[in-house]
């Protein structure tokens, strides 16, 4: 079994953070901490112009937050430093000098939601769906909330995590505004997105250092909003509710 990982590589001016884990792309504590400071580093430093953020494996993009690691959240304080993790991720994104493109080749639930609108443009397959499932499992988006709002309206975030079981369509996260371009094929995806990082990374890096700045206008408050966020998911955690539902889904 493939351990998991989080990479950087670097080729023409186009920093490629990839991360993976077997259990279709979770994100444990560890793997979370590694990706928030890999973001940082590639914002650090000045051979990179433009990033790209893509998963390992061909299916699922991201599966959101580690099962295994909630069950074993004992108390508040536990709970609040893991889903601080994607706050974490999610501000050192949002904070990040280099503009992000995220590339998503399947199926996409919950923290891995929050990781593609916390990008600034990101592109899809056809195979790309959405879901918030984390009021189906006793607590909610709360974390995400303000990444997936700010990209796709209060309303339409209202709506996926109410239906809380439902995948919605790439097309239909499109045309929310999720995602910029969706492809049907992962080969066609990876041609789009490898032209798009070329040409930006030919652009003037201080303007696009100041352009993320007007993306990123009004969210000077997420260091704090996002932790208090994390708190209210950490305490809702040690429910019975979600740890019963936790246990029945859980996979090694």
């Known amino acids: 079994m493939i351990q998991p990982y989080v990479n950087l590589t670097i080729e ?3 920093g490629v953070i990839e991360f993976f884990h077997p259990n279709r792309n979770s994100m444990p504590s560890d793997v979370l901490h590694k990706l928030e400071q890999t973001i940082i580093d590639a914002g650090n430093n000045e051979v990179i112009k433009v990033l ?3 998963s390992g494996g061909n299916r699922t993009f991201c599966a959101g937050a580690s099962f295994n ?3 074993a959240i004992e108390n508040a304080e536990t709970g609040k430093q893991f889903f601080s993790g994607f706050a974490n991720v ?3 994104m949002r904070n990040c000098p280099k503009l992000i493109i995220g590339r998503v080749q399947g199926k996409t639930v919950g923290g891995g939601v929050g990781l593609a609108a916390a990008t600034d443009y ?3 397959t056809q195979y790309a769906s959405v879901k918030l499932s984390e009021l189906s499992i006793g607590i909610g988006p709360f974390v995400i909330e303000p990444a997936v709002s700010r990209k796709i309206g209060k309303t339409a975030m209202s709506q996926m995590t109410i239906s809380a079981e439902t995948f919605y369509s790439a097309n239909w996260a499109k045309e929310k505004g999720l995602f910029a371009e969706v492809f049907e094929t992962t080969e ?3 041609d789009a997105v490898n032209a798009l990082a070329k040409n930006l990374s030919s652009y003037n890096p201080e303007a696009l250092k100041e352009m993320k ?3 990123w206008e009004g969210t000077d408050n997420w260091d704090v909003l996002l932790k208090e966020r994390a708190a209210i998911s950490g305490k ?3 429910s019975e509710f979600t740890k019963k539902t936790l246990k029945r889904f859980r996979k090694d």
Do not use: G, Y
């Open 12 to 14: 023409d001016k186009v």
């Open 52 to 54: 790209i953020l893509k």
């Open 69 to 71: 690691e909630l069950i």
């Open 90 to 92: 999610i501000n050192a």
């Open 122 to 124: 990101c592109l899809a």
């Open 188 to 190: 066609e995806l990876d």
């Open 213 to 215: 700045k007007v993306f």
């Open 236 to 238: 809702l955690v040690l």
